[in-house]
């Protein structure tokens, strides 16, 4: 790694040191010491930095970039600024439209002062800058000090730490142009199974995700990848499935960890389809850490792009079957219970293969809660589920499924067919009657809950029985 003491630093950082010094009038020794240099004033002191000066004053940056601060500003030279406007058909800052112009400055200010020594302990990681991002979030901003100090892996200081009295300015050799979902994963090699991923899946799915957005994508990194292909090649993985596990990954709007930790766990629906073109849902829960379908764990949030928001995860998180909602939610723990238990005798149907068979069904499973679990063994007067006979259980459990992906939308007033028989749901008060005239209320905020083979349709207070 280079010695960032070593980087050649500005012409002008002699400027920094013109200081007056004087002594205090009762001769007690005290030095005074004044800067006398803001960052502007330091930019226009330096011809190198010609071309960033008049787009700061074009943009209209002046008075804020002379404030208080402290900021630490990323400088481009002219060299660099004639490559960018070169590259984008600009032949003066003056060409550049006021509102790129403006947040593409923004995108190399950042709050406070960050030194390269406050760089190099960290080593490599990411910033916000104050440019805009979507939902008032800041852009994201990742820095490298493996082999120099990168910004974005595209610019590089060419002369850090030069001082101002407002803050600190770091040289770079590059504009650091505003980046998107797709320009976060590429500059960051932690993601290039993503990357290749992406470019290989059906869809066109860079184009997708370079698009408007805004998109929250639950980002692998290449660890996760590498266990998920468990030694087979990317090239093995049929396209048209790898699209669709990607698309898992995808929630249309920006979703920040503060939005999930307020929010502490529930649903919400990825790109991705299921029966019926049905988006498939995803779980989160935030009582350790930020885990999303009980198996993928944030590593590094809120990575904020001009187009949504990447929340880095260690694991890849496969399209999900009527088992993963099941098992990843604590609240419905007993009725995975009551699945492997009705599996230990002679069920209708192997519950826990069938549940977890993402070609199977599709099934619309009414999943009593805990507590629901709770007043049945209550309503039965027993301690435990194991307290009533495996064929009993296997009974019950054929009155929560049908065999059809019924969303919500779909419920109507009437007879609904269960495997085991029928019961009848009120579609206005959102309740389920079983033929003991028992009710079942329907969670609203926990239906649709779409998997590859079938629909969950959370129930409580009760569990629905077979005719007495």
Request: glycine letters at 8%; one cysteine or more; proline letters at 4%.
């Amino acid at each position: 790694m280079k010695n960032l003491k070593s980087l050649k630093t500005l012409p002008l950082l002699l400027l920094v040191t013109l200081l007056f010094w004087s002594c205090s009038n009762d001769d007690d020794g005290t030095i005074v010491i004044q800067e006398e240099f803001n960052i502007v004033e330091l930019a226009q002191a330096n011809p190198n930095l010609s071309s960033l000066v008049d787009a700061v004053i074009e943009a209209d940056l002046t008075a804020t970039l002379s404030g208080p601060g402290p900021f630490t500003v990323l400088a481009p030279t002219d060299e660099a600024f004639a490559e960018f406007m070169s590259d984008n058909g600009w032949a003066t800052v003056q060409d550049i439209p006021d509102a790129a112009l403006t947040q593409t400055l923004l995108n190399h200010v950042i709050s406070g002062t960050v030194t390269s020594s406050d760089l190099a302990s960290m080593g490599r990681g990411y910033t916000n800058t104050l440019a805009d991002g979507p939902s008032n979030t800041n852009i994201s901003l990742l820095f490298d000090t493996n082999n120099g100090v990168m910004f974005n892996n595209t610019a590089e200081v060419t002369a850090a730490d030069v001082e101002a009295s407002n803050g600190i300015i770091h040289v770079v050799d590059k504009v650091i142009t505003l980046p998107t979902i797709v320009d976060h994963a590429v500059n960051n090699t932690n993601f290039s199974n993503l990357v290749a991923a992406l470019g290989a899946a059906d869809g066109n799915l860079v184009d997708v995700l370079s698009g408007v957005g805004p998109f929250t994508v639950l980002a692998p990194d290449d660890t996760a990848f590498t266990t998920f292909l468990d030694g087979a090649a990317l090239a093995d993985v049929d396209t048209g499935i790898l699209s669709q596990i990607l698309l898992n990954h995808v929630i249309s709007g920006t979703i920040t960890s503060t939005d999930l930790t307020g929010l502490g766990e529930g649903y919400s629906n990825t790109n991705a389809s299921g029966p019926d073109m049905n988006n498939l849902s995803i779980y989160f829960n935030t009582s350790n850490g930020v885990m999303f379908n009980g198996i993928s764990t944030v590593q590094t949030a809120d990575i904020v792009g001009t187009n949504g928001i990447i929340h880095a995860v260690d694991t890849v998180i496969d399209l999900p079957t009527i088992a993963t909602f099941a098992t990843s939610n604590p609240a419905l723990s007993n009725l995975v219970a009551a699945l492997q238990y009705a599996d230990t005798g002679m069920p209708t149907v192997p519950y826990i293969d069938t549940v977890s068979d993402a070609e199977a069904g599709p099934f619309t499973v009414f999943a009593p809660t805990d507590n629901a679990f709770g007043n049945l063994l209550t309503e039965l007067n027993v301690s435990a589920l194991t307290d009533i006979p495996t064929a009993t259980v296997d009974a019950v459990l054929t009155y929560h499924i049908v065999g059809a992906n019924v969303q919500s939308s779909m419920l109507t007033s009437g007879t609904v067919t269960t495997l085991g028989g029928n019961i009848t749901a009120d579609a206005t008060n959102f309740t389920l009657t079983d033929a003991n005239g028992r009710v079942s209320d329907i969670v609203t905020s926990l239906v649709d809950i779409q998997a590859v083979n079938g629909v969950v349709h959370v129930i409580d207070n009760n569990v629905i029985l077979p005719p007495q």
